[in-house]
């Protein structure tokens, strides 16, 4: 099934999606990472109420994080990869790369985080 072409029928809302289709900016990740070891921001359970929101990359079928990072890295870690987001259509492209080219410092969550030393923030979730 093509990610993308399903996801251009929905008129936003929630959807589910793997943990593999989840993409985000390196930086932001990297940050999100150290704000995590260093154990300054957790939600740890407390605000899974709020959407984690997303945008659709028009390459790869791949969904990109803008909202939520913590909160899907938390549960990654904890061995969750399906996950309920708020798919938002009309969100801004500047942050998802614009047309058909995913700019490269965009990664897979799945694949940063493989490749990082999590043990210190499985202590502390």
């Known amino acids: 099934m093509n990610w993308y072409k399903v996801s251009q029928k929905i008129k936003g809302g929630n959807i589910s999606v793997s943990s593999n289709n989840l993409w985000s900016n390196l930086d932001k990740l ?42 899907l890295i938390e549960d990654m870690i904890k061995g969750i990869t399906r996950f309920e987001v708020y ?10 790369g614009i047309g058909n080219e995913l700019p490269s410092d965009k990664v897979r969550l799945v694949d940063f985080l493989n490749s990082k030393d999590i043990s210190k923030i499985k202590e502390l979730i």
């Open 30 to 71: 990297e940050e999100t990472y150290q704000d995590l070891v260093e154990g300054r921001i957790s939600y740890r359970g407390n605000s899974y109420s709020l959407p984690i929101v997303t945008k659709s990359l028009e390459m790869r079928g791949a969904i990109f994080v803008m909202d939520g990072h913590h909160r």
């Open 87 to 96: 798919w938002e259509p009309l969100f801004p492209y500047m942050d998802a």
